[in-house]
Structures are given as structure tokens and as C-alpha cells.
């Protein structure tokens, strides 16, 4: 079991290795990893909040199971992200950490990479930003993740996280309206790219730019 929190703090690991030798053993080592799994959960859940802007919302984490990236490439993908607060304009999310299983290149993540992942935010919505009803009316919404990133270096597969030192980023803008479907099916989020922008700052040789070019 492996737990993790974002840069900007110490990271925390967390491994549980159990030797199940009797039926009593067993229910005993599902005990505690569950114990362990729920204590894990809330400390990252805590380290992670940290890591947004004031004013923002820890997210959590969500996984993508065999996510299709623009690329060709497929694989499991869990990724962390914060959400602008009420009151804060333009309505937008940050991607602090990507993780990318196996069927993907998980050494080399790339903007495009980003960009598809950020973009498959807006169109999920966990926010639940407002989403006006198309044709009429959109609403703009960034996506947002550092310029720079580095692998956590828990063994050397962990996630890729913002490259400490670093404070470039990468913003894509997308306007969004929505179209309406039978219950208890959510709203379909049709968005539209608008413009990107960023402040690449990637020098240290153990980082990757992952900026669109």
C-alpha cells in the first residue's frame, strides 16, 4: 500500500507488508489494512488540501480506468485536482498529480497528454460548475497543471508531481454549454477550446516540460 502527498511538503509513505499464515492472520492483516487504508486516505486527503490555493477545493482524486489518450496510447490513469471556491472567477481546475498505469509511456508524459486529461475534467464536471443550456449561452472554464513536472521518486513509480523550485504553468480555456438527458443520466457537457497560455519555467534537468507545444 502506497500513499502519497503532493511537493511543496515532505512526502509520506506508508507500506504494510503482511505475512498471512493462518485464516486468523488473514481476517487480522484485512483488519489493519483497512484500518491503515482509511488513515492513509485522510492523511493524503489532508496533505493534498494543502496543496490548493487559498480560496480553492481539494477535489481528490479520481482514476480513469483504460483512459483514451489523443496519442493512441490507453492505460489506467488517476489523477488529483483542486477546483476554484465560490465566488472565484473564472471557474477552473489544476491538476496537482498524475499518476499513469501500465499500457501507457509512464516515463514520458507530454502537454498533449495533459491537455486531454484536463479537457476530460471539464467535460466530467466533478465540480458541478454551473453549465448553461446550449445553444443560447456558454460559460468559460480553465484547466490548469504545472509547466514542470518530476516522478515522485517513491521507487521511481509514483506519480508525476509539480517540479519543486518550479511556478510555471499551463492554462487551456474552454467555453462550455450543456444539452439535457433523460434521468437519472447527468447533463452532456459540450465544450469549446478558446485559448492557452503558459509560463514555461522547466531548467532543472530531473523535470519534464509538459506544456503543449
Not at 15 to 25: A, H, K, R
Not at 64 to 74: A, D, E, I, K, V
Not at 122 to 144: E, H, L, R, Y
Amino acid at each position: 500500500m502506497i500513499c502519497w502527498a503532493l511537493p511543496h511538503d515532505l512526502h509520506t509513505l506508508l507500506n504494510l507488508t503482511v505475512s498471512v499464515q493462518s485464516e486468523d492472520s488473514m481476517r487480522q492483516a484485512s483488519t489493519l489494512a483497512v484500518v491503515l487504508a482509511i488513515a492513509c486516505m485522510a492523511l493524503c486527503t489532508q496533505r493534498a488540501a494543502a496543496q490548493c490555493h487559498p480560496g480553492w477545493v481539494n477535489g481528490g482524486c479520481v482514476t480513469w480506468p483504460n483512459f483514451p489518450f489523443s496519442n493512441g496510447q490507453h492505460c489506467d490513469v488517476t489523477i488529483c485536482y483542486c477546483f476554484t471556491g465560490p465566488g472565484l472567477m473564472p471557474k477552473s481546475y489544476e491538476i496537482n498529480s498524475v499518476l499513469l498505469g501500465s499500457g501507457c509511456d509512464v516515463n514520458n508524459p507530454d502537454g498533449q497528454m495533459m491537455r486531454d486529461l484536463g479537457l476530460a475534467l471539464v467535460k466530467a464536471n466533478p465540480a458541478g460548475f454551473t453549465c448553461p443550456t446550449c445553444p443560447s449561452m456558454s460559460v468559460q472554464i480553465n484547466t490548469g497543471w504545472a509547466s514542470c513536472v518530476t516522478r515522485d521518486p517513491i521507487n521511481g513509480s509514483g506519480p508525476w508531481v509539480p517540479c519543486p523550485g518550479a511556478e510555471g504553468a499551463c492554462i487551456d480555456a474552454y467555453t462550455i454549454c450543456c444539452t439535457s438527458n433523460p434521468p437519472p443520466m447527468p447533463p452532456t457537457v459540450w465544450p469549446t477550446f478558446l485559448w492557452h497560455a503558459n509560463t514555461s519555467d522547466c531548467t532543472d534537468p530531473n523535470c519534464r516540460p509538459v506544456c503543449p507545444q
